[in-house]
């Protein structure tokens, strides 16, 4: 309180209450920290949820994988948990389930409804890992949306080589909130992003992230299909 008085003498009652409005604000308001996977209970299951779905229809894992076009062995790996598939690759597996991503990457959803209003708390999204990538979902509290947004925070790589191109249906929205990333596509040279900055892209297009320096970076990404 003395760094407060010191900066508004004129009201000392008054600044005490701003901060005792603001503290209670505060406390009411969820973390705004965006915490690693495996740390909260919304920790999503990507792999358990595609076994689950598979079995449901009766497909052998040899069968499935055919259909998604992908290697058994990786859709072994995805489905225990030894592998942590990319959204492109997750985007061939729910086509092939004839399902929206947003339904393979959460185990409950709200019926489509003519009123369609969800929101998720700061910090209270589903998780889900990949190599490069912390993502968290947002407001997949509705099914059949149209668009995918989700939270993604960049890890820095130690060692300074391109991940893989990825590559999947529909468009995509890039929004830099913290660091600095670097896109790489396959037709244009890479384009450095810093907070506020915004890219729009076709998401044929071959495209990967990676973080400017030793720092990680946090960046909003909407899907649209």
């Known amino acids: 309180m003395a760094t407060m008085d010191a900066r508004i003498p004129t009201n000392k009652a008054t600044g005490a209450l701003k901060t005792s409005q603001s503290q209670a604000r505060v406390a009411r308001l969820p973390a705004t920290s965006f915490t690693p996977v495996g740390t909260e209970?919304?920790?999503?299951n990507v792999g358990a949820r595609i076994r689950a779905l598979r079995?449901?229809?009766?497909?052998?894992?040899e069968a499935a994988a055919k259909h998604f076009d992908i290697g058994r062995s990786t859709l072994?790996?995805?489905?225990?948990?030894?592998?942590?598939?990319?959204?492109?690759?997750?985007?061939?597996?729910a086509h092939g389930f004839e399902v929206d991503l947003i339904d393979l990457l959460q185990t409950k959803s709200a019926p489509a409804a003519t009123g369609r209003f969800t929101i998720t708390p700061a910090g209270m999204g589903e998780r889900h890992e990949t190599p490069q990538h912390f993502?968290?979902?947002?407001?997949?509290?509705?099914?059949?949306?149209?668009?995918?947004?989700?939270?993604?925070?960049?890890?820095?790589?130690?060692?300074?080589?391109l991940p893989p191109f990825y590559r999947h249906e529909g468009e995509e929205l890039i929004f830099v909130l913290e660091g600095s990333v670097i896109l790489h596509s396959e037709h244009y040279a890479p384009t450095e992003l810093g907070p506020g900055d915004a890219a729009y892209i076709d998401a044929h297009m071959g495209h990967c992230f990676v973080t400017k320096g030793d720092e990680e970076a946090t960046v909003l990404f909407v899907i649209a299909e």
């Open 55 to 61: 079995r449901d229809r009766k497909w052998t894992l």
């Open 76 to 93: 072994a790996k995805i489905e225990t948990s030894q592998m942590s598939p990319t959204i492109g690759l997750l985007q061939k597996i």
């Open 135 to 161: 993502h968290e979902l947002l407001c997949s509290g509705l099914a059949n949306k149209r668009m995918l947004p989700f939270r993604s925070r960049i890890k820095a790589q130690r060692e300074r080589k």
């Open 41 to 44: 209970t919304a920790t999503l």
